[in-house]
């Protein structure tokens, strides 16, 4: 029993995070439909700069999170007008995006491994263990999961209490019928491109405590479970990440996954995900995202 309760509680923490992972990735393809293949190293450029900022600067590396935020959301603009206009006049979008933010993955890969190696870097603790229920967990999943919940709240509130979000909701919907009723579409596709990559690099330290390091190459397995997670969730539905994040996390860390049989940790959650799509090919809160 304490093993099955120290699971659940261990897969409620890694699913906040996986949410965290994801909800960028489904922020941009929910608002312009791009398949953002260069989310994870997106993710793992973040963690580095948590790296630099503890290793180099001295600086506690959890001050990453905020400091990066500025610089993500100019990243963000710049990569935008770089590539999305063009993108969004593409025949088909989504293929489109795929083949560009494939090749943004590659370079950012390459920069990496030439500025920091091709080993493994790992983080301080933030802390010693945490008792949760009775049960001693890393003070680096607690913490990196405690983090997850007020960027979420602070991106629902931006979605639901804000013009411009309430905007993104509309052209997430149906984009003609947005344009019909008046919303500029640019820059809803602008913010929402500037937010989801700020989440993607926002997240890197959270990443390097969760993971216990990160290397270049550590991007392409974030990006598989990023979309295993929105792909659960629903396509083009942000907040359904969450829950998407949750199963997820509970799936890996419950019955035949890490807590009883350690070989199935890395197949149980894409067996989940095949189980949701040939169940509910939409996802599980989802409503049709492509038109007919």
Known sequence: MQLFEYAI????????????????????????????????????????????????????????IPLSIPAALVFGFLVYHATVPRL???VDTETASLIVFFGISQVLEALMTMIYGANQVTLPSP?????????????????????????????????????????????MADEDEAVASGVRVRRVAVWAFMIGVAFATTAGTLTAFMLG????????????????????????NPLGTVVGGLLVGLASSLSLTQAYATEWTAVVPYVLLLVVVLVRPSGLFGATVRRA
């Not at 994870?40 to 180099?56: E, M, T």
């Open 213 to 236: 390091g990160i290397n270049p190459t550590t991007g392409s397995g974030l990006t598989i479970t990023a979309f295993t997670v929105i792909i659960i969730g629903s396509l083009g």
């Open 88 to 90: 969004r006049r593409a």
């Open 127 to 171: 802390g010693g263990p945490v008792s949760l229920f009775g049960q001693d967990y890393p003070a680096s999943v607690v913490i990196s999961a405690a983090l997850s919940v007020p960027a979420l709240a602070l991106l629902y509130l931006y979605l639901y209490r804000t013009r411009i979000g309430l905007a993104t909701r509309a052209v």
């Open 9 to 64: 509680v261990n897969g409620v923490l890694f699913g906040l995070f996986y949410g965290f992972i994801g909800i960028g990735l489904n922020l941009l393809f929910g608002v312009m439909r791009l398949v953002n293949l260069a989310h994870g190293d997106l993710v793992v450029f973040g963690g580095y700069l948590g790296y630099s900022l503890a290793v180099d600067a001295h600086i506690n590396s959890l001050w990453a």
